[in-house]
């Protein structure tokens, strides 16, 4: 990157409108497997205290200015402060200007520099710390980096580091404001819950001599189940079979702002096999006018049968629930069982949630003589 181009970086993040993120944290660092404990370190401490350790790396392929804008300008420009690991094993020759022999020294590479010099560019709080065996150019000594020798060094030295910063009045979390979601499933009735109650009717059919007389005493009751559902189904809507259990989700934000681009992704157990709602409903004709989506359903995944997955553009802070179209889920099982459903929200800006949600089955064993 030439300095021309850092100078407009450095330009459009002053005047990009971009919201301090109180518990943002931007590592700048190099991306050495030699120095990856130091940043997962670097990102538990600043976990413990409340912060959230940001650390980017660009592939080839995101390699420009725009993704350098998106991924690491902008993220400088909206966090709290910087931590800086000036480390990087790439080797310098020189020569000694006491002894004049040839030396070997390791220094930071050019991107931690150039994203060190927007940081202080933009008057950012910035943590320099640098292993003893390696020293800083000459321009950024006076910036007194801390230097360790080890890595339990470096743990202890960074922690007061960040706690001398909070005294100074950068607060962690407290004033983020951000989207706080909720996951409940609902029943055939609508009640929403975290653990579902179902009771699967299994019919065990058993042969005899007896079928006439089985048949003449159906009751009127029964004969009319079966003429409606013989007439739905001859119009392309079918009758859900009665060991399926309909389950749906109700998705809900108690947070302070609204949530936007959200997919949740839901995962049953492997011996679950989930059918989508018009399956089972069948189309259109003949649906009560509840039946109707207002939100979107739950759409199966076309090779994995025990998975779901449904979408909402935006979701705001203003109501209790949003309720998707359910999901028909078999359990194979002929005994009380508990499934746990593993459940994981996605969202655009804020990190994702997972939830497990339980389903105890109480199948209905239904007998009948043939």
């Known amino acids: 990157m030439s300095e021309v181009q850092l100078s407009c970086v450095i330009s459009e993040s002053r005047n990009c409108k971009v ?30 205290l409340g912060f959230d350790g940001y650390f980017a790396l660009l592939s080839e392929k995101e390699k420009g200015l725009d993704a350098f804008c998106d991924k690491i300008c902008s993220k400088i420009r909206s966090c709290a402060f910087c931590v800086v690991l000036l480390n990087d094993p790439i080797a310098h020759e020189c020569i000694d200007k006491e002894t004049k022999e040839s030396l070997t020294i390791h220094a930071p590479s050019a991107n931690v520099y150039y994203e060190f010099g927007i ?61 706080k979601l909720g996951l409940l499933l609902v029943d055939k009735d609508g009640k929403s819950t975290k653990t579902l109650v179902a009771q699967p009717v299994i019919t065990k059919i058993q042969k005899s001599e007896a ?18 559902s013989d007439i739905n189904n001859s119009f392309g809507r079918k009758t859900p079979a009665k060991d ?21 992704f839901l995962e049953f157990p492997e011996s679950c096999e989930l059918f989508e709602e018009h399956d ?29 997955e449904a979408w909402l553009e935006r ?39 997972r939830f497990v949600l339980k389903v105890v089955v109480k199948p209905i064993i239904e007998e009948k003589t043939e």
């Open 19 to 48: 919201a301090a993120i109180d518990d943002l944290v931007f590592i700048i660092g190099s991306g050495s497997p030699e120095f990856s404990k130091e940043i997962d370190k670097t990102k538990e401490i600043l976990r413990g």
């Open 119 to 179: 940081a202080v560019a933009l008057e950012k709080k910035v943590i320099p710390l640098i292993r003893k065996d390696m020293k800083p150019p000459f321009d950024v000594q006076h910036l007194d980096a801390i230097p360790y020798a080890n890595l339990e060094e470096f743990q202890e030295k960074l922690r007061s580091s960040v706690k001398a910063t909070l005294v100074k009045g950068i607060k962690p979390k407290a004033t983020v404001k951000m989207p």
């Open 211 to 228: 079928q006439e007389t089985v048949a003449n005493a159906m009751s009127n009751v029964e004969r009319m189940a079966q003429l409606v």
């Open 244 to 264: 399926l259990v309909p389950i749906g989700i109700a998705i809900g934000n108690r947070g302070e702002i609204p949530a936007n681009n959200i997919v949740v």
């Open 280 to 308: 089972v409903a069948g189309g259109w004709l003949f649906l009560p006018p509840n039946a109707a989506p207002t939100y979107g359903g739950l759409d199966v995944d076309d090779e994995k049968k025990n998975m779901a």
């Open 315 to 353: 979701l705001g802070n203003d109501r209790a629930n949003k309720d998707f179209d359910k999901v028909y889920v078999k359990f194979n099982t002929e005994e009380e069982r508990e499934f746990e459903i593993k459940a994981l929200i996605v969202q655009d800006n804020y990190p994702e949630t």
